[in-house]
Nanobody, 116 residues
Framework: QVRLVESGGGLVQAGGSLRLSCAAS????????MGWYRQAPGKQRELVAAMSSGDSTNYANSVKGRFTISRDNAKNTVYLQMNSLKSEDTAVYYC??????????WGQGTQVTVSS
């Protein structure tokens, strides 16, 4: 059974930084595509950043140049470094793993709150 556990969320002032972590188990991590999504109150969940098993990356326009996704296959962990945070980045952030069979698994989410 695939399990994802996010950590690193919290309260930060605008302009500050946070690093989110997502530890995966139950799957051969290095073969999986990974992604970070977020959902703000009253809004749909949206893609923030994604990284393929081949390490290609994709970012939402709103976070380009501020956020960086990375992965450590030895630790089965994907990270999201968030810099220059803005109040509009406030949301619950979710980690997603997609297996080579196309099955998606989600973490429980971690709250990020940016105060202005």
């Amino acid at each position: 059974q695939v399990r994802l556990v996010e950590s690193g969320g919290g309260l930060v002032q605008a302009g500050g930084s946070l690093r989110l972590s997502c530890a995966a188990s139950g799957s051969i991590f290095r073969f999986n595509d990974m992604g970070w999504y977020r959902q703000a109150p009253g809004k749909q969940r949206e893609l923030v950043a994604a990284m393929s098993s081949g390490d290609s990356t994709n970012y939402a326009n709103s976070v380009k140049g501020r956020f960086t996704i990375s992965r450590d296959n030895a630790k089965n962990t994907v990270y999201l470094q968030m810099n220059s945070l803005k109040s509009e980045d406030t949301a619950v952030y979710y980690c997603k793993l997609r297996t080579i069979f196309g099955n998606d698994f989600w973490g429980q989410g971690t709250q990020v709150t940016v105060s202005s």
